[in-house]
T-cell receptor, first 112, second 114 residues
Framework: GNSVTQMEGPVTLSEEAFLTINCTYT??????LFWYVQYPGEGLQLLLK?????DKGSNKGFEATYRKETTSFHLEKGSVQVSDSAVYFC???????????FGSGTQLTVLP | DTGVSQDPRHKITKRGQNVTFRCDPI?????LYWYRQTLGQGPEFLTY????????KSRLLSDRFSAERPKGSFSTLEIQRTEQGDSAMYLC????????????FGEGSWLTVV
């Protein structure tokens, strides 16, 4: 079956530090890959996505590249801000239903 | 476009009572999903509809859980005879098209069973 493994948190960084959150997956077929973000007290928001191998998703300074050879989709940002503090979820979708399978989430706290 | 709307946002109920959550998807979206999220975990898929047809319900947690989407628009998720283990956030999401494309989430309905 499908599964997503995320780097365990929590992660605490200083403002302007470099961020990497690791994500690897197991899936049948050719999944699409996503990063969702959940700010305190809010619902899940799509951050970025990639639908095929070697695609790079990017948004708000965040990037992730779909690596089929390593089954990975690591999230990176060159300079984090306090406002990036949130929980980040890696997810994949595949099959006819296209439902999402999520990782367990990584809590990021950015200190001023 | 007002996004995916869920009601109520918070519900406290006594063990053994029934609860119902409502979801209004984004208006042109034909697919509607229900997920459950417990503290410290990612959302877990429960069921989904394409228009009014419930195409996957094997992931519903027990026969106490049921969902409907009678006219292919809003949906309800009912939990009968609630148990303390049902305490969680119930998320609704929707998407458009056969392939699903991007799935948009509501803000969730928090359930606390006491």
């Amino acid at each position: 079956g499908n599964s997503v493994t995320q780097m365990e948190g929590p992660v605490t960084l200083s403002e302007e530090a470099f961020l990497t959150i690791n994500c690897t997956y197991t899936a049948t077929g050719y999944p699409s890959l996503f990063w969702y973000v959940q700010y305190p007290g809010e619902g899940l928001q799509l951050l970025l996505k990639a639908t095929k191998a070697d695609d790079k998703g990017s948004n708000k300074g965040f990037e992730a590249t779909y690596r089929k050879e390593t089954t990975s989709f690591h999230l990176e940002k060159g300079s984090v801000q306090v406002s990036d503090s949130a929980v980040y979820f890696c997810a994949l979708s595949s099959g006819s239903a296209r439902q999402l399978t999520f990782g367990s989430g990584t809590q990021l706290t950015v200190l001023p | 476009d007002t996004g995916v709307s869920q009601d109520p946002r918070h519900k406290i109920t006594k063990r053994g009572q029934n609860v119902t959550f409502r979801c209004d998807p984004i208006s042109e979206h034909n697919r509607l999903y229900w997920y459950r999220q417990t503290l410290g975990q990612g959302p877990e898929f429960l069921t989904y509809f394409q228009n009014e047809a419930q195409l996957e319900k094997s992931r519903l947690l027990s026969d106490r859980f049921s969902a409907e989407r009678p006219k292919g628009s809003f949906s309800t998720l009912e939990i009968q005879r609630t148990e303390q283990g049902d305490s969680a956030m119930y998320l609704c999401a929707s998407s458009f098209g056969e392939s699903g494309n991007t799935i948009y989430f509501g803000e969730g309905s928090w359930l606390t069973v006491v």
